[in-house]
């Protein structure tokens, strides 16, 4: 028998049409592994079916169970781990990652999975913490929706981590590694698998009340995560006194409004009954977040998280009488549904443009590629007032990484993405794409990009970018 390291597959190893490459990860469920598909010359990724304690790899690399006492249980999870392959594959959104077949092998089962190309968000967010809300919002958001696909087929992942959430090379977050999903209504011995800080009580033994709100739990500790730099306290260790400070209380408050750190802590409950029920339940908190001033910020946690009031309501603060900050977040929030993470910055651009709401309504609803699509959006948020088009739909903007003109090479718009990318993240591939539609030189594209930078002195410094390659400093 061959234990430890050894009990991945070796290298180059032929799995039906697959050839192993590598191992990806090991977990208590099995291994993945990266693999090249021979027919289709595609990447993959591969779960193979091998829980540590109940089963061993043999020298022709069949497994088997450890003892005839595991035998049974072993036999049960691979009917399991069969039937939930046959669920998974049928899921399709962009935010999930796909199951693409799964086949018995070995005497054990195998899971065939897109290979993602981009980083896990912990690498990902390196260098560019702090992280602004918008872009920790615009993260969760398609997560969100991805993990309501899931709870709605009744399957819980139960293994949310920054580990488990990739962001790919466009910036679109994908939630991948399903090998500890299970559905809702399962009951089984199998010792749970658990991630300190972001696993829930419940998982932490056999028969705990799992559900949607264990999912939420995980989910609330990588916002967490986000937000403050730390991993939550291990949640076993929150039972007779909860130890764990509030998001609300440790995270920049000046950064983070109100809404946001206590729908954090109102997801990190350690009684699953006080925390968001459904998916749906804690994202329309977050839809309707609003900056708050810091004397605001709440000294413990509240549940569910109050929804702040429009800072254009509060004394002292102002904002332009069309664009109210509560507007242009509802405007934001529709608009992702069609465009993306990128939707925050395209109505913040247009907002700086736009004399009246019908406008900047236009204006943005440019970037929606489907015409019925562009004119539902135009309706909702119509005011009555006839509606003055300001802008005109981009080619091939239903994918704007493909959009830009051939006036540009690529090293131009690598160069461009990566200096603007120290300002704003991942997204800047796909702000580098729609501004290359529009400039007509390196410098006017240099400039177009400068007006997604808040802070005046980066801003600056981008221009005098712009100028030296135009030649004009």
Request: aromatic share 6%; proline share 7%.
């Amino acid at each position: 028998m061959l234990a430890g390291a050894e009990i991945a597959l070796p290298k180059g190893y032929a799995l039906n049409e697959y050839r192993i490459e590598g191992t990806l990860g090991v977990g208590g469920f099995g291994l993945t592994y990266l693999a090249l598909d021979s027919n289709l010359n595609l990447r993959v990724a591969i779960k193979e079916f091998l829980p540590g304690e109940l089963a061993l790899r043999c020298e022709n690399q069949s497994v088997k169970p450890k003892s005839e006492s595991t035998a049974d249980i072993f036999k049960w999870g691979l009917i399991r781990f069969l039937d939930e392959s046959r669920t998974l594959a049928s899921f399709r959104h962009p935010n999930i990652v796909r199951v693409m077949r799964f086949f018995e092998a070995n005497q054990t089962a195998y899971m065939v999975m897109e290979f993602v190309a981009g980083q896990p968000l912990h690498e990902w967010i390196g260098g560019r913490r702090p992280l602004d809300e918008q872009t920790v919002v615009a993260i969760a958001h398609p997560l969100l929706e991805g993990l309501e696909v899931i709870h709605q087929a009744k399957y819980l992942h139960r293994d949310i981590k920054p580990n488990n959430i990739f962001v790919q090379d466009d910036g679109t977050p994908v939630l991948i590694d399903f090998g500890s999903a299970r559905m809702t209504s399962a009951n089984s011995d199998i010792t749970s698998i658990v991630t300190p800080g972001f696993a829930p009580l419940e998982q932490y033994h056999a028969h705990g009340n799992q559900g949607p709100w264990s999912d939420l739990y995980s989910f609330g500790a990588v916002l967490y995560w986000m937000v403050t730099g730390n991993k939550p306290v291990e949640s076993i260790a929150r039972v007779r006194q909860d130890v764990l400070l509030p998001a609300a209380t440790v995270a920049d408050s000046s950064r983070y409004s109100a809404s946001l750190l206590t729908a954090i802590d109102w997801a990190l409950s350690p009684l699953e009954e006080m925390r968001p029920q459904s998916v749906a339940e804690f994202r329309d908190v977050l839809r309707r977040l609003t900056p708050v001033p810091s004397s605001e910020m709440p000294t413990q946690r509240v549940s569910p998280p109050p929804v702040a009031a429009s800072g254009a309501d509060k004394p002292g603060v102002t904002a332009p009488a069309a664009f109210q900050r509560e507007t242009l977040a509802k405007i934001e929030t529709e608009l992702a549904l069609h465009i993306g993470p990128i939707a925050p910055m395209v109505v913040r651009a247009g907002a700086k443009k736009a004399v009246t709401l019908p406008q900047l309504v236009e204006q943005v609803a440019a970037e929606i590629a489907d015409d019925k699509n562009r004119a539902a959006f135009v309706k909702k948020f119509s005011t009555g007032e006839k509606p003055t088009p300001t802008g005109t739909p981009l080619a091939n903007s239903a994918n704007p990484a493909n959009s830009a003109p051939t006036r540009f090479d690529s090293a131009i718009l690598e160069k461009a993405e990566a200096a603007l990318a120290k300002h704003i993240g991942a997204v800047a591939r796909v702000v580098v794409r729609r501004a290359a539609a529009k400039a007509r030189d390196e410098s006017g594209l240099y400039l177009l990009l400068a007006e997604q930078i808040e802070d005046k002195d980066e801003r600056k410094a981008f221009v005098r970018k712009a100028l030296s390659v135009s030649g004009r400093l």
